[in-house]
């Protein structure tokens, strides 16, 4: 008896629409395409996510905390340098841990960053 009562007021309604019935006009647009739509016109789309834009954006965050941006909302710059450092040693984790395994072009982009950072930290370090 319990079991009548499950059966009629529950009822699953396959709503997937199949392969070959679907047509290029009755496409729903997809989650991009309404994120795009939904989301401020000044904001630039982010670029693919490689290994070389990876440590871009560790050596950028790496900068912020060393007082390289301003923040955009509140105009200041802030120093942060323990945090900076993090972002350093995670940079020099990487180069560890991918030696012999990068292409040319991301070995030297992780050398050439490593180098960059590590001596803006020194110099603001020693003040």
């Not at 009822?11 to 729903?28: H, L």
């Amino acid at each position: 008896m319990g079991e009548e009562k499950a059966d009629k007021s529950f009822t699953v309604v396959d709503k997937r629409k199949r392969v070959e019935d679907e047509s290029p006009a009755e496409e729903e647009p997809s989650a991009s395409a309404l994120e795009d739509h939904h989301s401020d016109p000044t904001d630039a789309k982010a670029p693919p996510i490689d290994f070389s834009t990876f440590i871009l954006s560790l050596s950028s965050s790496a900068i912020y905390h060393m007082g390289g941006f301003q923040d955009p909302h509140s105009g200041k710059t802030s120093m942060n340098l323990d945090l900076a450092k993090q972002s350093i040693d995670i940079i020099a984790i990487l180069e560890a841990k991918t030696k012999g395994n990068l292409e040319p072009d991301e070995q030297k982009l992780v050398t050439h960053a490593l180098y960059d950072l590590r001596m803006r930290y020194v110099e603001l370090a020693k003040t």
